[in-house]
């Protein structure tokens, strides 16, 4: 590209550069209340939220005003001259600009308090394991939801799929259909014969307690195979796990402990800390960039479970760490072999909960949510049908009978955070992990670096190829340089069928297309 700039250009670039500082400052402030708001006085929070919306109509006037708005347009029609970094941010500022300027204010600002207020309902929802609490925030935020798609509809992209691109760029409702019915076709079918040939898991995982302060200390520990850096990093709890950060230098995990489930927290820990380092692991050239921060929700999800998966739940892994577990848990684990915890570990279970999913099951449990969010966004399904229709569908794919919200639909926050169209990028970053592995294979020994001390060649691996760019490209262009071609399904299909045959012993005849 020319890098020559004429005057107006850079003008243009400063004002651009001066008003995302500004944006950037006041994202601040709603990161650190993500941080403590489980934590805060309840009395305050209306005040705050209240705060929090006039911030967030600061936000809304940089965003959609005159100086700001030009300064892309210009930028825009003068990219040829600007470096490949800023030319891709100013592609995606222009799409977020003219998106962003269809938003009415009030609208805007009244949603931003909807969905402050809804949090704290949706814990005690879950925690109550009654919907009622947080059925009508549910209401209002699918109302609003609905006016935003056919607000931002275009000539070729209408109402769900509005949704589905802004968590994954280019993905749509048919090509999430395609997917999905790979998923069913295949795996439903094995799934059914893994559940009748598995064995039973160690009675030690459902009669014993394991106590939480041994749990934080195990997973204190995987900070350090995780190279989950303590000079920038912090660990702390909350109703649903979650990874935020600021900038690459400040990133924040929280964890939930069960004194029943042994599992839950390890693999929670794992599954964050891989949000974490891919945060970690961006370039530091993009942290005063629009462009830092990764690059999609699928690719995000794509590291956090192959982490979590992939690499925490394979022998070699646990060859090396089993140990460490053990030594914590002297009284617990003291009869429980490495083959017991693995079969534990890797045990396939038709239950509730997403979060807690075996692989196997996993991508059926992100298929309901996604046939519930199509129904949502075509009327079909509102929130006075909504817990009717997951329970049947919870029946249907995985014959359990749900028992109360807390287990059903109030178990995750996304619907209670506004945020329809997220859910389907779980399993597509699940199916991408599945590719990036067979990838990596090609470079080194996998399995050898799964059981090092730390995760550390991995980690390499994956900075150099996919975390250092942030978004300073798209998706697609990030994910083929990595593997060395496009996103292709039969890998995660594959994967998990080569995986849990050889797990259970039973055959992997794959139907044909």
Known sequence: ????????????????????????????????????????????????????????????????????????????????????????????????????????????????????????????????????????????????????????????????????????????????????????????????????????????????????????????????????????????????????????????????????????????????????????????????????????MAMHESQSRFFENIVGRSRPFWERHYPVLRSIFSEELADVSLDDFLHYINHVSAGFVRTEADELTYPLHVLIRYEIEKGMMDGTITEENVEAVWNAKYKEYLGVDVPHAGLGVAQDMHWYSGELGYFPTYALGSAYGAQMLAAMKRDFDVEAAMGDETLEKIAAWLGERIHKYGASKSPAVIFGNACGAPFDARYYVDYLKEKYAALVGVGQNRPED
């Open 1 to 296: 590209m020319n890098t020559k700039m004429n005057a107006k250009t850079r003008r243009a670039k400063k004002i651009y550069e001066d008003t995302n500082r500004r944006l950037r400052a006041l994202r601040l402030p709603f990161f650190l209340h993500t941080w403590e708001q489980e934590i805060m006085p309840p009395a305050g929070k209306a005040y705050r939220n209240g705060q929090l919306v006039e911030l967030s109509a600061m936000a809304y006037e940089y965003q959609t005003g005159k100086r700001y708005t030009e300064s892309i347009r210009v930028l825009y029609e003068d990219r040829a001259s600007l470096g490949e970094v800023l030319c891709h941010e100013i592609e995606e500022a222009k799409k977020s600009a003219d998106k962003f300027a269809k938003i009415p204010k009030e609208e805007y600002l009244a949603f931003e308090n909807l969905i402050l207020e809804a949090y704290p309902k949706f814990v005690e929802a879950k925690n109550s394991g009654s919907f009622a609490p947080v059925k009508p925030y549910l209401r209002d935020i699918l109302a609003y939801k609905r006016k935003y798609v056919v607000w931002e509809e275009t000539d070729v992209r209408k109402g769900y799929d509005i949704l589905l691109d802004e968590f994954e760029e280019g993905m749509t409702v048919q090509k999430y259909d395609e997917f999905f019915s790979l998923i069913k076709r295949e795996l439903v079918p094995f799934l059914k014969e893994v559940l009748a040939a598995q064995k039973p898991v160690h009675p030690a995982f459902a009669e014993r307690t394991f106590p939480v302060e041994k749990q934080k200390k195990f997973c204190e520990y995987l900070g350090h195979v995780m190279l989950f850096d303590k000079n920038k990093t912090m660990m702390g709890e909350s109703e649903h796990p979650y990874t935020n950060n600021n900038g690459n230098c400040d990133v924040r995990i929280t964890n939930h402990y069960y004194e029943h489930d042994l599992a839950s927290a390890i693999f929670s820990a794992v599954h964050e800390m891989g949000h974490a380092l891919y945060e970690l692991q961006v370039s530091d050239e993009l942290n005063d960039t629009m462009s830092g921060g990764g690059v999609s």
